[in-house]
């Protein structure tokens, strides 16, 4: 039961009804995250199925410089208010694809878990005061609330390149620097590592 009602929550708070058609505001964003919001590696994140509010404030980070990208400041300076409203929205409204094996923290053997990636998602490493990744990002790194966004199936690319933005202080504005604190104490390889286990999770 308690899976089923996270499952449920999740996909609550993802997946909203599909948009008639996509905002003009839009129409810069799909060069790169595409009509499918689902990005391209090297290039672009996937965003599709992300909460609004997720993706309404990483677009004023992008404003603020709390979130330091060259691209991305530029475009985002384009929304207004309104602008990044209607598009945070509309790529909120595109389907989400979601883990097809989801397994909880605590059902996956230490003993069984060999990979390092896994091992860091799943147990993470309490002797260096470093949660597991699935504590705030869910089963299989679904996704939390508003706070925390999907990882499974994410490009590796991208995991990593934020893991080292939160290290090296390039982006910011995390709750409580919860992900600053995280990032600052993996190594090269863990980073690697954790980004290719999550790129790795079967969605569908």
């Keep these: 039961m308690k899976k089923l009602v996270f499952l449920a929550s999740a996909l609550a708070i993802n997946a909203l ?3 008639a058609e996509m905002p003009p505001q839009a129409a810069a964003c799909i060069a790169c995250h595409q009509t499918t919001g689902l990005g391209m590696p090297h290039l672009a994140p996937a965003i599709a199925g992300m909460p609004a509010a997720y993706l309404m404030a990483q677009l004023e ?7 330091n990208n060259p691209i991305m400041k530029p475009m985002a300076m384009m929304l207004d208010e309104a602008g990044v409203k209607v598009t945070s929205e509309w790529f909120a409204s595109l389907p989400f694809p979601q883990p097809t094996d989801l397994v909880f923290r605590g059902e996956k053997s230490p003993q069984d878990i060999t990979d390092l990636g896994e091992k860091l998602a799943y147990l993470g490493a309490w002797e260096r005061d470093l949660p597991s990744c699935v504590s705030c990002h869910g089963p299989a790194g679904v996704g939390v609330g508003e706070t925390f966004p999907s990882l499974a199936g994410q490009h590796a690319d991208y995991i990593e390149n934020q893991l080292n933005a939160w290290q090296n202080g390039a982006r910011t504005g995390d709750s ?3 992900m600053s604190h995280v990032a600052e104490k993996l190594t090269a390889e ?3 590592a ?3 286990y999550f790129a790795s999770v079967e969605v569908k």
């Design 17 to 19: 009804p599909a948009s």
């Design 61 to 67: 980070h992008f404003k603020t410089g709390e979130r």
């Design 176 to 178: 409580n620097g919860l």
């Design 190 to 192: 863990e980073i690697t």
């Design 194 to 196: 954790v980004a290719k």
